[in-house]
């Protein structure tokens, strides 16, 4: 064992952490163990989106994980701006065609059980995956306290666990980032510790979504040339997943007061809680229901809906840290947003890329692991921060909520969400990695 770094254990096996397990198996000196809480991968779930940006960090690990995820989706890898999403004006008898959002390059869709499929498939054999293991706390060492003393992490079944470093992955309830929250808030004066605790509960952000996956093959037997069948259309958001097999169905619903405040320091004082479980089973007839009087093209694909959920969409509050210590958070932990740029997954593939590169720097060890932390976290917490407020913007663009005209709408929306085509992660890893090497200073990238 005298060959091995570190130890790293992740907490949560959701797109972020299977990306952070995938990228750190290819460093033969770091030791992984992945802590899911469900106890298996099954195939419920959504679809997912996976813009150009993100997509290049995935090609990074390897032609064959490429090759898997343009399978499982559908598509072929291009650079050329293509058609990505269809805007129309459906709230009305006649729809109103808006504009179409061009991309450099496909946005990727998955139904999120085959994406985790895809990357469970390449792990290496040495990154062991425990299932049902919900985090309920760890504890660390004192940054100030000397040797090589484990984290120790306590599950709710139990058992206990040990690692070097810890990452919380798991997602927007963290048990990770409340812990980390407590550690960062001791010590602390009264009013910076009351503004680190509120960071703990995710906010609700006053948007609300139904949710439902609709059989193409339902769907086709009704209107064989829908355009849901084809190309993604928003607001509703549909588009087909597995490749063709199911639609994925998302519309929402906005309080334009509380989306306007969702990432204040202050929102917790004052904003309700969502009234309700975050998530709820709904029939056919309440998934159609927020939707009647729409157009008539959008008849046959709420015809098609068997059953659905509701969400309240809730995000977390813009951190005063993703790291503590021997312990960081990625993902939906450190920065939950609105999905109104469908942006989310791809921040927790980034997080996770970057995470492990500082990880397998060759100057980074046990003694000098907290340094490569607060490297990862100077330079993705400004970006990710800077996403969720062009996600949470975009959500008022698509439901008519800002004093933009139709005729520019369409040239707003873009310039808000080009960086995910146009921009690339390289820059942040060469920044980080200038940084562990003693030259350079992290920057908001967005």
């Given at each position: 064992?005298?060959d091995?770094?570190f130890?790293?254990?992740?907490?949560?096996?959701?797109?972020?952490g299977?990306t952070l397990?995938?990228?750190?198996?290819?460093?033969?000196d770091?030791?992984?163990?992945?802590y899911?809480?469900?106890a298996?991968?099954?195939?419920?779930?959504a679809?997912?989106?996976i813009w150009?940006?993100?997509?290049?960090?995935?090609?990074?690990?390897?032609?064959?994980?490429?090759r898997d995820?343009?399978?499982?989706?559908?598509?072929?890898w291009t650079?050329?701006?293509?058609?990505?999403?269809?805007?129309?004006?459906?709230?009305?008898p006649?729809?109103?065609?808006?504009?179409q959002?061009?991309?450099?390059?496909?946005l990727m869709?998955?139904h999120r059980?085959d994406?985790?499929?895809?990357?469970l498939?390449h792990?290496?054999?040495?990154?062991?995956v425990?299932?049902?293991?919900r985090?309920?706390t760890?504890?660390?060492p004192?940054p100030?306290?000397?040797?090589n003393?484990?984290?120790?992490?306590?599950?709710?079944?139990g058992?206990?666990?040990?690692?070097?470093i810890l990452v919380g992955a798991?997602g927007?309830?963290?048990s990770?980032?409340?812990?980390?929250?407590?550690?960062?808030?001791a010590?602390?004066s009264e009013a910076?510790a009351?503004?680190?605790l509120s960071c703990i509960?995710?906010?609700?952000?006053g948007?609300?979504?139904?949710?439902?996956?609709?059989c193409?093959e339902?769907?086709?037997?009704?209107?064989?040339n829908?355009?849901a069948?084809k190309?993604p259309?928003?607001f509703f958001?549909?588009?087909?997943?597995?490749?063709?097999k199911y639609?994925n169905?998302a519309g929402?619903?906005l309080?334009p007061?509380?989306?306007?405040?969702?990432?204040?320091d202050d929102?917790?004082?004052?904003?309700p809680a969502?009234?309700?479980?975050?998530?709820?089973?709904?029939?056919?007839?309440?998934v159609a229901?927020?939707?009647?009087g729409?157009?008539?093209?959008t008849?046959?694909?709420?015809?098609?809906?068997?059953?659905g959920?509701?969400?309240?969409?809730?995000?977390?509050?813009?951190l005063p840290?993703?790291n503590?210590?021997r312990v960081?958070?990625?993902?939906?932990a450190?920065?939950?947003?609105?999905?109104?740029?469908g942006s989310?997954?791809?921040?927790?593939?980034?997080?996770?890329?970057?995470?492990a590169?500082v990880?397998?720097?060759?100057s980074?060890?046990?003694?000098?692991?907290?340094?490569?932390l607060s490297?990862?976290?100077?330079?993705r917490?400004?970006?990710s921060?800077?996403?969720a407020?062009?996600s949470?913007?975009?959500g008022q663009?698509?439901?008519l909520?800002?004093?933009?005209?139709?005729?520019?709408l369409?040239e707003?929306?873009t310039k808000?969400?080009?960086w995910?085509?146009?921009?690339?992660l390289?820059?942040?890893?060469?920044?980080?990695t200038q940084?562990?090497?003693g030259?350079?200073?992290?920057r908001?990238l967005?």
């Amino acid at each position: 064992m005298s060959d091995i770094k570190f130890r790293v254990a992740i907490c949560g096996g959701g797109v972020g952490g299977l990306t952070l397990a995938l990228t750190l198996s290819k460093y033969p000196d770091i030791v992984v163990d992945v802590y899911e809480s469900t106890a298996n991968y099954s195939d419920i779930g959504a679809g997912v989106g996976i813009w150009p940006r993100a997509f290049k960090v995935l090609r990074k690990l390897g032609h064959d994980v490429e090759r898997d995820l343009l399978r499982a989706a559908g598509h072929k890898w291009t650079e050329e701006f293509v058609p990505a999403i269809n805007y129309r004006k459906s709230d009305q008898p006649k729809g109103e065609q808006i504009f179409q959002l061009m991309t450099k390059g496909d946005l990727m869709r998955f139904h999120r059980s085959d994406f985790h499929h895809v990357l469970l498939s390449h792990i290496s054999p040495s990154c062991k995956v425990h299932y049902g293991k919900r985090l309920v706390t760890y504890t660390q060492p004192l940054p100030s306290s000397r040797g090589n003393s484990p984290v120790t992490l306590s599950f709710t079944d139990g058992s206990t666990a040990t690692c070097d470093i810890l990452v919380g992955a798991d997602g927007v309830r963290s048990s990770v980032r409340a812990c980390m929250m407590r550690e960062m808030a001791a010590g602390s004066s009264e009013a910076r510790a009351k503004a680190i605790l509120s960071c703990i509960e995710p906010v609700w952000s006053g948007a609300t979504a139904y949710r439902t996956l609709i059989c193409a093959e339902k769907l086709r037997a009704r209107d064989p040339n829908h355009r849901a069948l084809k190309e993604p259309t928003q607001f509703f958001l549909v588009y087909p997943i597995s490749l063709g097999k199911y639609i994925n169905f998302a519309g929402f619903a906005l309080r334009p007061e509380l989306v306007r405040t969702a990432y204040q320091d202050d929102a917790d004082a004052t904003r309700p809680a969502f009234n309700g479980s975050w998530v709820a089973e709904l029939s056919a007839a309440q998934v159609a229901q927020p939707f009647e009087g729409f157009e008539e093209e959008t008849k046959p694909l709420l015809e098609c809906v068997d059953r659905g959920t509701l969400w309240g969409v809730h995000t977390v509050k813009h951190l005063p840290a993703h790291n503590f210590g021997r312990v960081a958070i990625l993902g939906d932990a450190a920065h939950a947003m609105m999905p109104f740029q469908g942006s989310g997954a791809g921040q927790g593939i980034e997080d996770a890329y970057l995470l492990a590169t500082v990880l397998g720097h060759k100057s980074t060890t046990l003694a000098t692991v907290t340094h490569a932390l607060s490297v990862y976290d100077k330079v993705r917490r400004p970006f990710s921060a800077g996403v969720a407020e062009r996600s949470r913007r975009n959500g008022q663009l698509c439901a008519l909520q800002e004093d933009v005209g139709l005729k520019e709408l369409g040239e707003v929306i873009t310039k808000n969400w080009e960086w995910a085509w146009l921009s690339e992660l390289d820059g942040a890893v060469e920044e980080a990695t200038q940084m562990l090497e003693g030259g350079g200073t992290a920057r908001p990238l967005l």
